[in-house]
T-cell receptor, first 116, second 114 residues
Framework: AQKVTQAQTEISVVEKEDVTLDCVYE???????LFWYKQPPSGELVFLIR??????QNEISGRYSWNFQKSTSSFNFTITASQVVDSAVYFC?????????????FGSGTRLQVQP | DTGVSQDPRHKITKRGQNVTFRCDPI?????LYWYRQTLGQGPEFLTY????????KSRLLSDRFSAERPKGSFSTLEIQRTEQGDSAMYLC????????????FGDGTRLSIL
């Protein structure tokens, strides 16, 4: 069965620090997709990035970067030079394509607090 | 392009009452999903539709829960004989067809059972 683990429940940093959010997943499927979502205090889940299991290239988008390593079943998210607006709960999620299921399996989230 | 819209934003009801929530997906999205999120947890999948067909249901979806998408556009989620444990945020999402298509979420409906 699929599972997503975000071991860090809460992280607090000071503005401009770099921070990495960890995500470890379990799946028996060979074709799967990994996602990161941001949930600010307003509550709406905002899609950040998608990665498929065949593409291990790391990705950078502005201050955000993602490190996907199949060997360790990890898909970590780094925010460089954090800002107060980055304060939110971040969720990692998994979708298994091979099983035909369309559901996203979410981790329990990491709450990031960026202090000014 | 408007996002996913959910109504109402908040619902307070007494135990045993029936409640119904509505979700309007992004207009060109064929797939529509319902999730439930409790405090401090990630969303948990309930069910999803492709057009008007309900293709998958979670074991979380007890017989008190029913979802419909009659014309393949908006969807409703009804909970009958509500229980304390039904208190949660109910999230709706929509996506295009395709394994790699991201799901886009609405603001959710927060249900509180008195």
């Amino acid at each position: 069965a699929q599972k997503v683990t975000q071991a860090q429940t809460e992280i607090s940093v000071v503005e401009k620090e770099d921070v990495t959010l960890d995500c470890v997943y379990e799946t028996r499927d060979t074709t799967y997709y990994l996602f990161w979502y941001k949930q600010p205090p307003s509550g709406e889940l905002v899609f950040l990035i998608r990665r498929n299991s065949f593409d291990e290239q790391n990705e950078i988008s502005g201050r955000y970067s993602w490190n996907f390593q199949k060997s360790t079943s990890s898909f970590n998210f780094t925010i460089t030079a954090s800002q107060v607006v980055d304060s939110a709960v971040y969720f990692c999620a998994l979708s298994e394509a091979g099983t035909g299921r369309r559901a996203l399996t979410f981790g329990s989230g990491t709450r990031l607090q960026v202090q000014p | 392009d408007t996002g996913v819209s959910q109504d109402p934003r908040h619902k307070i009801t007494k135990r045993g009452q029936n409640v119904t929530f509505r979700c309007d997906p992004i207009s060109e999205h064929n797939r529509l999903y319902w999730y439930r999120q409790t405090l401090g947890q990630g969303p948990e999948f309930l069910t999803y539709f492709q057009n008007e067909a309900q293709l998958e249901k979670s074991r979380l979806l007890s017989d008190r829960f029913s979802a419909e998408r009659p014309k393949g556009s908006f969807s409703t989620l009804e909970i009958q004989r509500t229980e304390q444990g039904d208190s949660a945020m109910y999230l709706c999402a929509s996506s295009l067809i395709g394994d790699n298509q991201p799901q886009h979420f609405g603001d959710g409906t927060r249900l509180s059972i008195l």
